[in-house]
């Protein structure tokens, strides 16, 4: 098809703005649905998980026939995550697109996310459409929102598009806007290949189905084509277009988006955010990489265990066979002298590691456990190298730190104004630096700190979400590691170091965090037979102590008479018995122990 009736687009919102429900109404104005897929929701969120909790997780690609004013045109959709751990995603969508839906809902308004999204797509130069949805709603108020985006995001509020994507109100019109306000792609038909792959995924029967958008020339059935990074060559199997299911074709030309298939067998093969060109192609003088490829950048780890060290095998193929379909997940084997042999899995935020572990129990069925997140931390050695740092168990010993980094994030909140003060409170409390402060409307404010990650990843949303009675929003961005008093605490249990407890901390906490973490270590380990010592420690120094004691036996219960001695003797029986039972005896701690220690009231 000609470039000037091609349009590509995506959406973006906050969380639960209406972005899947919008898409569904695309495909179904244009035609694109398919019968037995009319009457379902959310068609592009085909993952049980995204249906349950309502987000999208997974980026997809559908492309759409519209006709408009006489002409024919065809128009890619790209759908994006919402959720801020997603951003990654949503950064590689926007790189394939030439503009943007700027979803905000009618009755929430402009929220932090929003926000991000926005500039994110104007620092790239998208043409941004700003539309409004859920006007049916009794409680919507479209022209104060429209107010918000001009102040907050510098669109005239005149190009607003009211719509209701549930009910299908004005969706004729968003689709006319998309003809004629996001220009079309500029690519040249007669250039070297090159294209930009955003998104894969595995099939098991067919391999690697790279998405992929065409910039410069033409790709066609069993050309050779080659990934720059990746350094690797294939032969095109097939090719076509998402409509939505796949449907084959014979090329792809510029300006173009749809899905390759080339025989690759593992995902560790493809590159998100590289570009393919052309066998013979010559990088750097016949064609230059296309902007934006980078790896992911995983924020949080944790590690992930077998119950049983039988399944550590079984666990393996789990954690491949999901890595499949997840390329911005990894991990690696590592070994705990509490729990035995596992793996460090690293994950993008918080709400990516909830959806990696709920995969991984509900596909492979094994029973797990999991330790307490944490973050990526830069360790400056003497001799002045780098160690990145993301297992507390790892740590050099502290005559070999120069000093030691923590990551800073940009956290955005929109928050209302009578929430101020506890909200300031909040960030302060937890080492976060005011940056900025700006009144998003009458009744909310937009705050900018500069926060450790590690401060932010447990309970902060939780605590945000009470403060402003569920009215608060929040966005972050990774900005670099930062110099900070840290400090390794230790967690001792009868007198054993549990290397899977030990935590990162600020000095100034050390000692409240250990005694807090050993009072909930308290309730969450049964009783022995023998009393157990719990102890936090930091550079061989106990600063806390709390003591499980025993369970205890009426042994002189069958003495009803006789003398003294006799109830004195068999209580010092016990005590030995005791005794050798401390030397030999293993300390069983709960799966729910190990979560315990994110309970800790800060």
């Given amino acids: 098809m000609n470039q000037d009736h091609i349009r590509n687009f995506c959406i973006i919102a906050h969380v639960d703005h209406g972005k899947s429900t919008l898409a569904d109404r695309l495909l179904e104005v244009t035609g694109s649905l398919r ?102 709603l009794p409680h919507a108020r479209p022209v104060e929102v429209a107010d918000e985006i001009e102040h907050n995001l510098l669109l005239e509020k005149e190009r607003c598009r009211p719509i209701s994507a549930k009910q299908g109100i004005g969706v004729d019109a968003v689709l006319a ?50 990934m720059i990074e990746a350094k690797a060559e294939y032969e095109v199997l097939e090719i076509g277009r998402f409509r939505p299911h796949m ?39 016949d064609v230059q990489p296309l902007p934006g490829y980078r790896e992911p950048l995983h924020m949080v780890y944790c590690g992930i265990y077998p119950t049983a060290n039988k399944d550590f095998e079984a666990l393996r193929k789990a954690l491949q066979k999901l890595q499949l379909n997840d390329a911005s997940f990894s991990f690696s084997p590592e070994t705990s002298d509490a729990l035995g042999f596992g793996f460090r899995c690293g994950f993008l935020g918080l709400l990516h590691m909830e959806i990696v572990q709920e995969r991984l129990e509900r596909h492979s069925g094994l029973d797990i456990v999991q330790t307490s997140p944490t973050v990526t931390y ?128 600020h000095r100034e906490e050390a000692e409240s965090r250990g005694r807090q973490m050993l009072l909930k270590l308290r309730e969450e380990i049964p009783r022995h037979m023998f009393e157990v010592a719990l102890q936090a420690a930091i550079n061989g120094k106990i600063v806390a102590r709390e003591s499980i004691k025993a369970l205890s036996k009426h042994v002189t219960a069958k003495c009803y008479g006789g003398d003294v001695t006799r109830k004195r003797k068999l209580l010092e029986k016990q005590k030995e018995g005791k005794k050798r039972m401390k030397m030999v005896g293993n300390v069983e701690i709960p799966q729910k122990a190990f979560l315990a220690v994110l309970q800790v009231e800060r």
């Fill in 35 to 136: 019968r037995k897929d009319a009457g379902q929701e959310q068609v592009l969120d085909s993952m049980d998980l995204e249906r349950e909790r309502g987000i999208t997780i997974k980026a997809k690609a559908v492309a759409l026939n519209y006709h408009f004013e006489g002409q024919d045109y065809l128009l890619n959709l790209i759908d994006t995550p919402g959720h801020v751990d997603f951003a990654y995603e949503v950064a590689r969508s926007l790189r394939a697109c030439e503009g943007a839906l700027l979803l905000v809902d009618a009755s929430q308004g402009v929220e932090a996310q929003t926000i991000a999204n926005s500039q994110l797509a104007q620092e790239l130069g998208l043409e941004l459409i700003p539309v409004i949805n859920k006007i049916d």
């Fill in 177 to 226: 806007a998309i003809v004629k306000e996001i220009p079309p792609p500029r690519g040249r038909l007669d250039a070297p290949l090159r294209a930009l792959l955003f998104d894969a995924e595995f099939d098991d029967y067919r391999g690697v189905i790279a998405h992929l958008r065409i910039v410069d020339g033409v790709l066609r059935k069993r050309d050779v084509i080659k």
């Fill in 247 to 285: 449907e084959p074709c014979a090329e792809l030309r510029a300006g173009e988006v749809g899905y390759l298939i080339a025989n690759v067998k593992s995902l560790e093969d493809i590159r998100i955010g590289d570009t393919v060109t052309a066998k013979g192609a010559v990088v750097g003088v």
């Fill in 378 to 505: 830069e360790v400056v050695r003497n001799d002045d190298s780098v160690l990145l740092l993301s297992n507390p168990a790892e740590l050099p010993d502290p005559t070999e730190i120069k000093e030691m980094r923590e990551p800073i994030v940009r956290l955005r909140m929109v928050v209302p104004i009578d929430t101020l003060g506890a909200m300031l409170k909040l960030a302060i409390d937890r080492h976060g630096r005011l940056q900025g402060q700006e009144h998003v409307s009458a009744t909310r404010v937009l705050l900018t700190f500069e926060i450790p990650l590690a401060e932010i990843i447990f309970d902060f949303f939780d605590k945000m979400k009470s403060i402003t009675r569920g009215y608060g929003t929040m966005d972050y961005e990774f900005i670099g590691h930062r110099e900070a008093p840290l400090i390794k605490l230790r967690i001792l249990v009868g007198g054993d170091e549990v290397d899977a407890l030990s935590i990162i901390v």
